[in-house]
């Protein structure tokens, strides 16, 4: 089921000119019955890397043995994306069954909800009805007024990159951005950082303490600095180019190294416990912690981060007792699949997707185009939507680059492509075209890259991954 017709289902107001907050879920979710109360969760923010997380803890945990709900935004080929168990998607007539129990819930309410809000509870209803053991919910926008926060404490909650992104409703600064994402943060579950910009993980370590403080030994906390001097940048990569096979390390000026004890306990993944032993286009393996030789397809250096959290949050649950063994993390991880993040398409000549749609991604596309493409330039396939910062993207991009093909993702909200072209040239000196759809502007970086034997990065909006994946998959 494509988007258009889901939407014609459900008939939500529209949430940029709704009021913002969790009253209307509230009253939604309890004329449902509160199917929510009855569900475990883990629950994940973040600017980026969340769905990727979600999808790895899926796999995981249904290679464990549990029954697992998976809810996601956006999709890239077909509505049903959004709502799974197990990796299978919710069925068209799953759909109008459940949107048809939604609707009629609606109708006595005062306010109408938004699409996203209707959306969340169709997934809160099928999740119950498929009786999963655990739901791994994927935050739509922010945290603390989201959706998804219609739950009580989940098993555990987790917290993923933090950047500026929908800064015109959580805030113009990181750590603004990140007081919203921790408004997912809830007395007793335990807590899940991404290890990052250290003003950002004292922002959520705060909140964590305001939360749990009653449960938590907060001198346990070690070491935390809270001076203002204190900074944590991003990680440096050493490579040992003496071995046959390339090892990587992450090491960081300086690191929070987690723990709060009590019943709630926050943990922050540790770059010093990481060991990359090789990577390629072909996918990459590494140890963490005390797991060894993990083996992960999806690619991008970001991706290796995204496993750590993911790994960091089955510990969490294994603390709570749920029964999931080393070889269900290695075999969940190798199952992991995550379309449109730094994918490989193509080898002749090399064709990556990536969803990269705001500075933080960028910079995060960067670092995956430094490990598994040195030294080479690069096609740039570029569509944006209108309301994402595009300039400071490019800054980030345009170091890398041999030229630009400007295309429109999504009609309506996009940035016309002579738009993007005219933003382009202010950052970039090189060659920059335009192409009238993604099929021209795939085709065109196609005969460039065999041209010039020069791989090519398509990237700046997830709206435009499920056409371009089209293009090379059917």
């Known amino acids: 089921m494509d988007w258009n017709e889901a939407i014609a289902l459900l008939h939500g107001a529209d949430w940029k000119h709704a009021k913002i907050g969790l009253d209307r879920m509230k009253a939604l979710m309890s004329a449902l019955g509160n199917p929510q109360k009855k569900l475990r969760f883990i629950h994940i923010a973040g600017t980026n890397g969340k769905g990727s997380t979600c999808s790895m803890v899926r796999s995981i945990l249904t290679e464990a043995g549990f029954k697992t709900g998976l809810y996601i935004s956006p999709h890239l080929f077909s509505f049903n994306e959004r709502i799974s168990v197990d990796g299978t998607d919710i069925s068209d007539d799953d759909l109008r069954r459940i949107s048809g129990k939604v609707k009629a819930a609606v109708k006595d309410l005062n306010e109408e909800p938004t699409d996203f809000e209707l959306i969340t509870a169709m997934a809160l209803c ?93 001198s346990a906390l070690i070491p935390f600095r809270k001076d203002s001097e204190y900074s944590l940048e991003k990680p440096l990569l050493h490579c040992d180019l003496t071995d046959k096979t390339e090892k990587m390390v992450k090491s960081y000026p300086d690191q929070i190294v987690n723990r709060f004890s009590g019943r709630g306990y926050l943990t922050v993944t540790d770059p010093e416990k990481l060991i990359v032993h090789s990577y390629s286009l072909k996918g990459e393996v590494f140890s963490y912690r005390s797991i060894k030789n993990i083996e992960l397809p999806l690619l991008g250096s970001y991706q290796i981060d995204n496993a750590m959290t993911a790994i960091d949050i089955i510990l969490s649950l294994k603390s709570r007792g749920a029964d999931i063994d080393d070889e269900a993390i290695k075999q969940g991880l190798l199952n992991s699949r995550w379309p449109g993040r730094f994918e490989l398409l193509s080898g002749d000549p090399v064709f990556i997707l990536d969803g990269a749609h705001n500075p933080n991604g960028a910079e995060a596309l960067a670092e995956s185009i430094k490990v598994f493409l040195p030294d080479q330039k690069i096609i740039f396939v570029m569509g944006v939507m209108k309301d994402k910062d595009h300039l400071e993207m490019l800054k980030i991009i345009t170091p890398f680059a041999d030229s630009f093909i400007a295309e429109l993702p999504y009609d309506g909200r996009g940035l016309e492509p002579e738009e993007l072209k005219k933003e382009i040239f202010t950052v970039f000196e090189g060659p920059v075209f335009t192409a009238p759809s993604i099929k021209d502007a795939i085709a065109m970086a196609v005969t460039r890259g065999k041209e010039l034997n020069l791989p090519i990065v398509c990237f700046g909006s997830l709206y435009q991954a499920g056409e371009v994946r089209r293009y090379f998959l059917h």
């Open 126 to 218: 099928y999740f119950y009805e498929e009786g999963c053991d655990y739901v791994v919910l994927e935050v739509g926008m922010g945290g603390r007024l989201d959706a998804t926060n219609i739950i009580d404490a989940p098993e555990v909650a987790a917290i993923m990159s933090i950047g500026l992104d929908h800064t015109e409703v959580l805030g113009d600064t990181e750590e603004l951005i990140a007081a919203e994402k921790a408004g997912i943060i809830k007395s007793g579950a335990p807590l899940v950082v991404l290890n990052q910009k250290g003003s950002v993980l004292q922002v959520i370590a705060d909140k964590y303490i305001e939360v749990n403080g009653a449960n938590a030994e907060v």
